[in-house]
């Protein structure tokens, strides 16, 4: 499934001899195209070739990896992997869930929106987005239709995208700022093994390679590496901070015995790589490192600006990845088969993540084959939750190096008390219970999504204003029982029902 994955190409219709692979080839089109029909070709190109081929082999995976839980003692893989957070994580993901839910409904309006003054017809201002103009192949991470949603253009770009290519940046360059970002906080700096066996370019000499960005740790105690396909622009700036966050964690729990050597969790290690991109994101750090000219005291344009950017990376991948784990979920406990998955797939992207595909999709299709952290085998819902701690670790850290003023302007580059705060619990790798490590980082014990609305709700304040000036309907149709977008929308027919009476009286 890996091998269909990465070197699977998709040829255009009316050019059978030009064919691109995921990376980089589609995911240049995916990120920057606002072609309507190319993103289609685009989107729909990858999950016919990727996903239709990879649908008996994802069959076969799943009565294995089934046969492998219950033998070690689990009801099935999806058990399995939420066994590591608790008998009642299902609970509680839904509780996070309808926490972050209100904010995600007035992003998706506003979004919707402005998509819709780019792609027209194509996307209905009270429904779903379309899957295909969202950035990436995915549609997962949003952060690449920034410059379509920008709220005030004439500000200071907040992508640093050209300011390092006029700055001549190269791929070293990129990650020997990430290394000296943790190396500012007191951390341990990487080795030379690393520059030596790290792939931080893609290949020239022809080679077949995955170009999603890993990082590696190979149990030496010395020997720990970065594979990524490293492009000069802003999204692989924060991406290699992310990953550097993990070989970081991996060189603080190095001399744990073996078995401890990990995340207190599944969601630990990401959350920890996206604790750095949030701080090195921030205005402040980017002017620190010569990326950023323009901000100013008080400049509430520019802060809106850059919290809606981060919200398309953070907030709007939220209901994805719930949205995929529940699929996966249900999938390993039997209630549906492979080879009749397909409207269900839907049904959770409509319901959940208010996203529908751009072209019609039946039980012959397979999209579920076409992500890669499916085929490798990867507990989707740890992205989730990493996401929701993110914030707490980020919080914490922040008060560790006596942030003052809102916490998304927040940069504890250079902080050591920040980096000691955050080392204490790295140290620990898995050697204590998760909640035993949350407390050392954060004084809490349980997740939370205080601090990622906290984080937010100057941006939250200001797409209420501006949805309500624009008369936006909040939400979206639901095709099944789901009560996802139901707050808002009784609120709108509620507000309707009393403006007719009040007519009538």
């Given at each position: 499934?890996?091998?269909?994955?990465?070197?699977?190409?998709?040829?255009?219709?009316?050019?059978?001899?030009?064919?691109?692979?995921?990376?980089?080839?589609?995911?240049?089109?995916?990120?920057?195209?606002?072609?309507?029909?190319?993103?289609?070709?685009?989107?729909?190109?990858?999950?016919?070739?990727?996903?239709?081929?990879?649908?008996?082999?994802?069959?076969?995976?799943?009565?294995?990896?089934?046969?492998?839980?219950?033998?070690?003692?689990y009801k099935d893989q999806g058990h399995y992997w939420r066994a590591q957070y608790g008998e009642d994580i299902e609970d509680k993901v839904q509780e996070l869930y309808e926490a972050i839910l209100p904010l995600y409904q007035q992003l998706h309006a506003y979004v919707r929106r402005r998509?819709?003054?780019?792609?027209?017809?194509?996307?209905?201002?009270?429904?779903?987005?379309?899957?295909?103009?969202?950035?990436?192949?995915?549609?997962?991470?949003?952060?690449?239709?920034?410059?379509?949603?920008?709220?005030?253009?004439?500000?200071?770009?907040?992508?640093?995208?050209?300011?390092?290519?006029?700055?001549?940046?190269?791929?070293?360059?990129?990650?020997?700022?990430?290394?000296?970002?943790?190396?500012?906080?007191?951390?341990?700096?990487?080795?030379?093994?690393?520059?030596?066996?790290?792939?931080?370019?893609?290949?020239?000499?022809?080679?077949?390679?995955?170009?999603?960005?890993?990082?590696?740790?190979?149990?030496?105690?010395?020997?720990?590496?970065?594979?990524?396909?490293?492009?000069?622009?802003?999204?692989?700036?924060?991406?290699?901070?992310?990953?550097?966050?993990?070989?970081?964690?991996?060189?603080?729990?190095?001399?744990?015995?073996?078995?401890?050597?990990?995340?207190?969790?599944?969601a630990f290690h990401e959350a920890i790589g996206e604790v750095m991109s949030l701080s090195v994101a921030t205005p402040k750090h980017l002017r620190e490192v010569g990326l950023f000219e323009g901000l100013e005291e008080g400049d509430d344009e520019t802060d809106i600006n850059f919290l809606?950017?981060?919200?398309?990376?953070?907030?709007?991948?939220?209901?994805?990845?719930?949205?995929?784990?529940?699929?996966?979920?249900?999938?390993?406990?039997?209630?549906?088969?492979?080879?009749?998955?397909?409207?269900?797939?839907?049904?959770?992207?409509?319901?959940?993540?208010?996203?529908?595909?751009?072209?019609?999709?039946?039980?012959?299709?397979?999209?579920?084959?076409?992500?890669?952290?499916?085929?490798?085998?990867?507990?989707?819902?740890?992205?989730?939750?990493?996401?929701?701690?993110?914030?707490?670790?980020?919080?914490?850290?922040?008060?560790?190096?006596?942030?003052?003023g809102p916490l998304h302007t927040c940069d504890f580059y250079r902080s050591r008390e920040a980096g000691e705060k955050l080392a204490s619990m790295l140290r620990l790798g898995k050697s204590k219970p998760w909640p035993d490590a949350m407390e050392v980082i954060t004084g809490q014990r349980?997740?939370?999504?205080?601090?990622?609305?906290?984080?937010?709700?100057?941006?939250?304040?200001?797409?209420?204003?501006?949805?309500?000036?624009?008369?936006?309907?909040?939400?979206?149709?639901?095709?099944?029982?789901?009560?996802?977008?139901?707050?808002?929308?009784?609120?709108?027919?509620?507000?309707?029902?009393?403006?007719?009476?009040?007519?009538?009286?």
């Open positions: 499934m890996s091998k269909i994955y990465s070197s699977s190409e998709i040829c255009r219709p009316n050019k059978p001899s030009e064919c691109l692979r995921k990376a980089p080839g589609l995911e240049v089109i995916m990120s920057t195209s606002t072609d309507w029909d190319e993103l289609v070709w685009a989107w729909k190109g990858f999950r016919d070739v990727v996903g239709v081929a990879n649908k008996p082999l994802y069959e076969r995976y799943v009565e294995i990896i089934n046969e492998g839980a219950r033998a070690n003692g998509l819709h003054e780019v792609y027209g017809d194509n996307i209905d201002v009270t429904g779903y987005l379309p899957a295909n103009v969202l950035g990436d192949i995915w549609g997962r991470f949003w952060g690449n239709i920034y410059p379509l949603v920008v709220p005030y253009p004439d500000r200071p770009s907040i992508d640093i995208t050209e300011a390092m290519v006029e700055q001549g940046y190269n791929v070293t360059r990129i990650f020997q700022m990430s290394d000296e970002f943790f190396t500012s906080l007191g951390l341990i700096p990487v080795n030379d093994a690393f520059w030596e066996n790290s792939m931080l370019s893609k290949p020239d000499d022809g080679r077949d390679v995955v170009c999603h960005a890993s990082a590696w740790d190979f149990y030496t105690g010395d020997d720990f590496r970065i594979a990524m396909c490293t492009l000069i622009r802003m999204e692989d700036f924060l991406v290699a901070h992310h990953e550097m966050g993990h070989i970081q964690y991996y060189l603080q729990y190095k001399d744990l015995p073996i078995a401890f050597r990990g995340g207190a969790n599944g809606l950017r981060m919200s398309l990376d953070t907030i709007g991948t939220l209901p994805f990845s719930l949205g995929l784990s529940t699929w996966r979920w249900d999938l390993m406990r039997g209630d549906y088969d492979v080879n009749n998955s397909m409207a269900r797939w839907w049904q959770i992207k409509r319901d959940v993540v208010g996203v529908d595909a751009p072209v019609p999709r039946t039980d012959d299709d397979f999209d579920p084959g076409a992500m890669f952290h499916f085929i490798i085998d990867y507990p989707f819902i740890g992205y989730y939750i990493r996401t929701i701690i993110q914030f707490q670790f980020y919080k914490s850290l922040c008060e560790a190096a006596n942030h003052t349980e997740m939370s999504a205080d601090a990622i609305l906290e984080y937010f709700q100057p941006l939250m304040e200001w797409l209420e204003r501006t949805n309500a000036e624009n008369g936006e309907v909040i939400g979206w149709p639901q095709s099944s029982g789901s009560s996802a977008a139901a707050p808002a929308n009784l609120f709108y027919t509620l507000m309707i029902c009393a403006f007719i009476w009040l007519l009538r009286g």
